[in-house]
């Protein structure tokens, strides 16, 4: 097979195109000067737009924040609740043994000023099955870990457990 002269003239295929879209070389265009104006406008902009996504992408984060620590603060004064109740309903048992895990757990959970209240108080004298009620009440201000708290400021969470008791009547 021959090689003719058309052949040779083509460029290769294999040759990338030095050519851009208007027909202008592709070759760098305006000197280092021109490319540090661009980058530094560049520049600019990303700051401008990182602006206009770090607001609201902060106030979500933070009130992600607060919202799942409203949430574990309630779940833990229902586990206290819980755990009070489950104290008061076993034969024997006395308030200052409720309070006394109430207390327990409310300072694992870092809750330093909270209010319990015991349904009946003389749970004691109680026949079995009659119910107890152990409740809690405390202040989201001092629970939360934000400088501020948006949405839960001076809310008052409160949690309670009734359970039947467990033993009959002490003699």
């Given at each position: 097979?021959?090689i003719s002269?058309?052949?040779?003239?083509?460029?290769?295929?294999?040759?990338?195109?030095?050519?851009?879209?208007?027909?202008?070389?592709?070759?760098?265009?305006?000197?280092?000067?021109?490319?540090?104006?661009?980058?530094?406008?560049?520049?600019?902009?990303?700051?401008?737009?990182?602006?206009?996504?770090?607001?609201?992408?902060?106030l979500f984060?933070?009130?992600?924040?607060?919202?799942?620590?409203?949430?574990?603060?309630?779940?833990?004064?229902?586990?206290?609740?819980?755990?009070g109740c489950?104290?008061?309903?076993?034969?024997?048992?006395?308030?200052?043994?409720?309070?006394?895990?109430?207390?327990?757990?409310?300072?694992?959970?870092?809750?330093?000023?909270?209010?319990?209240?015991?349904?009946?108080?003389?749970?004691?004298?109680?026949?079995?099955?009659?119910?107890?009620?152990?409740?809690?009440?405390?202040?989201?201000?001092?629970?939360?870990?934000?400088?501020?708290?948006?949405?839960?400021?001076?809310?008052?969470?409160?949690?309670?457990?009734?359970?039947?008791?467990?033993?009959?009547?002490?003699?």
């Amino acid at each position: 097979m021959a090689i003719s002269d058309t052949t040779l003239a083509q460029p290769h295929a294999a040759e990338p195109s030095r050519r851009g879209r208007s027909g202008q070389r592709a070759a760098f265009r305006g000197g280092a000067a021109a490319a540090a104006r661009r980058r530094a406008r560049r520049r600019g902009a990303a700051a401008v737009e990182f602006a206009f996504v770090a607001i609201p992408l902060f106030l979500f984060i933070f009130t992600t924040i607060e919202f799942a620590r409203a949430f574990m603060f309630a779940d833990s004064l229902e586990e206290a609740a819980r755990a009070g109740c489950r104290a008061a309903i076993v034969r024997g048992a006395q308030l200052d043994q409720v309070t006394d895990e109430v207390e327990r757990l409310l300072e694992l959970a870092g809750v330093k000023s909270y209010s319990v209240e015991v349904t009946p108080e003389a749970f004691s004298a109680l026949e079995q099955f009659e119910p107890v009620t152990v409740s809690i009440t405390a202040s989201f201000d001092e629970a939360t870990w934000l400088p501020w708290s948006k949405f839960f400021a001076n809310k008052k969470f409160t949690a309670s457990c009734t359970m039947p008791r467990e033993a009959a009547k002490e003699t």
